[in-house]
């Protein structure tokens, strides 16, 4: 059976850097009202003694915000995938109040998800190299020499190429920025496939097939597990592309994956420089809660530099969230999703069962 020739994917989320640049709807003001709610719920779930890991959603009752957050949820699946937060006043609690409010947030958002394979629920993104002396991957030895991992990437000062994370959405609050740099950029996976369809087919079509990765560094055992799947898909005229360029990279190290031909290489080159071209770049300012839909938004970083001097360093708090109002994903991504049906608990790391 003949297979079907690709099309452009058109609709709000086949967004360009410079339309986010001229449009600012994606960003939503927290009104001083909120702020009052979501306090409420703090204080309440304070009083009752309750860590943040003990929390339900009913624990956190947030009835207004919670049903402007409903739009949000829309605004991620079915328009630019993108949405910012705005004003969130971290000034005020204690970063252990500031993981309650943002994990009863969350929750009425989303499913969190597991960030690796030991109970990380909130992870923080900071510089462990320069706070510990070591990035901190249980299970994970980093060898002088190899090459890094994904998470020693995302842990340390260095900059981060384009990427999505293995969630629905992918949620940063800033807490504190980083004294130079640090900045983040987003860029449309629908408008990459677009450019890269018009420019060079032969190349797209290379990216709707298999590319072999690795999970290693995010699962325990991850390196010998290998799979494969496209970077590009589509199921029901909706785009889905899952893309770490490390992972694909670390595969290459297992003999029995079949090396990358110049022509896949060219391709994943050729995807990193639109990505660049058509992203937008923003500097996360304390209070932000930037939001991701990672089937349709590349996420990247520049390097930055802490403030030593003040001992203050860059941090920001990470949830990865099931959404209850997913796509369904093509088939063959059942590899790493789990499961690829519309509105599924899916995403986040298998966790490390004990004896």
Known sequence: MATLAARPITGPAAWQGRDLERENDWIHPISPAAVAELEAALRAVQARGLAWRDMTREDFPIPSFARERAQTRRELEDGRGVVLLRGLPVQRYTEDELRQLYWG???????????NAHGELIGEVRDELRAYGAVRQPAVVQKAGDPVTSRYKARSSGPLRFHTDRCDVVALLCVRRAKAGGISKVASSVAIYNAILARRPDL?????????????????????????????????????????????????????????????DEALDLLADVAQELCFEMELEPGDIQLLNNHVVYHARTAFEDDSAAGRDRLLFRLWLSMPNSRPLPGGFEVLWGSIEPGALRGGIEQVRSA
């Open 105 to 115: 947030l969350g929750l009425h958002l989303g499913t969190p998800r597991y960030q």
């Open 204 to 264: 797209h079509a290379l990216l709707c097939q298999d590319y072999h990765r690795t999970r290693e560094g995010e699962e325990v055992g991850g390196e010998h597990r290998p799979f494969a799947m496209p970077v590009f898909g589509v199921r029901d005229g909706k785009l889905t592309s899952q893309y770490s360029r490390t992972f694909v990279e670390a595969a290459q190290g297992i003999p029995e994956i079949p090396r990358l031909t110049a022509a896949q």
